[in-house]
């Protein structure tokens, strides 16, 4: 099993479209998890980290869920800008590297269409 | 605070040249990474540091070298370059263990023919 895996994509949805992806991580010991986004040609951005307790920012709703090792983002009223690639992150932690590193999954894409 | 700065954005280099992609940060972070992203592929870890004069190997590292001599900078080296590192290459940093979230440079996109 790969140490994070994402939903393949591509996904085409309209404007004002709610979407989600989800991604799924094998380390069951992994602390930190995030979201970023990856415009075509740019380097990642963090878009959001994601909190046990499920965490929101704005248009964008992050949950984590610790038993089932998957993690979620949410978008609700799609924008155009939204088109992106969403990359799912996670901090392995156990005998392969400690969280100084980062493991980044593949990424979905996304476009959003007028 | 510029974040984190790479030079040269771009550059072709010929099958066995060498070449030094640079990377810099004004954001006093210790832990620096470089990584490399080829088309439609996830990025892969290449080198990484966690603090001036310590560096350690990544998923990718063969071809490559690093140096880390202030909190700054974090340069790799390419030797002997070959088709296969044609990539884009980006550097991140990030402040600690408790605060791992990375933040990166524009990249350097490399052409080797």
């Known amino acids: 099993r790969k140490e994070v895996e994402q939903d393949p994509g591509p996904f085409n949805v309209p404007e004002g479209a709610t979407v989600a992806f989800n991604c799924t991580y094998s380390n069951s010991a992994s602390q930190s998890f995030f979201w970023y986004r990856q415009d075509c040609r740019k380097e990642p951005k963090l878009l959001m980290s994601v909190y046990s307790s499920g965490n929101e920012d704005g248009r964008f709703t992050a949950q984590l869920n610790r038993a089932s090792q998957y993690i979620s983002l949410l978008i609700r009223d799609s924008k155009l800008s939204d088109s992106a690639t969403y990359l799912c992150v996670v901090t392995p932690a156990g005998p392969q590297g400690g969280s100084e590193k980062l493991v980044f999954g593949k990424g979905t894409k996304l476009t959003v269409n007028p | 605070n510029a974040g984190v700065t790479q030079t040269p954005k771009f550059r072709i280099l010929k099958i066995g040249q060498s070449m030094t992609l640079q990377c810099t940060q004004d954001?006093?972070?210790?832990?620096m990474y470089w990584y490399r992203q080829d088309p439609g592929m996830g990025l892969k870890l290449i080198y990484y540091s966690v603090g001036a004069g310590i560096t350690d190997k990544g998923e990718v590292p063969n071809g490559y070298n690093v140096s880390r001599s202030t909190t700054e900078d974090f340069p790799l080296r390419l030797e002997l370059a070959a088709p296969s590192q044609t990539s884009v290459y980006f550097c991140?940093?990030?402040?600690?263990?408790?605060?791992?979230?990375?933040?990166f440079g524009p990249g350097t996109r490399l052409t080797v023919t």
């Open positions: 954001m006093n972070h210790n832990y």
């Open positions: 991140a940093s990030s402040r600690t263990l408790s605060i791992p979230q990375q933040y």
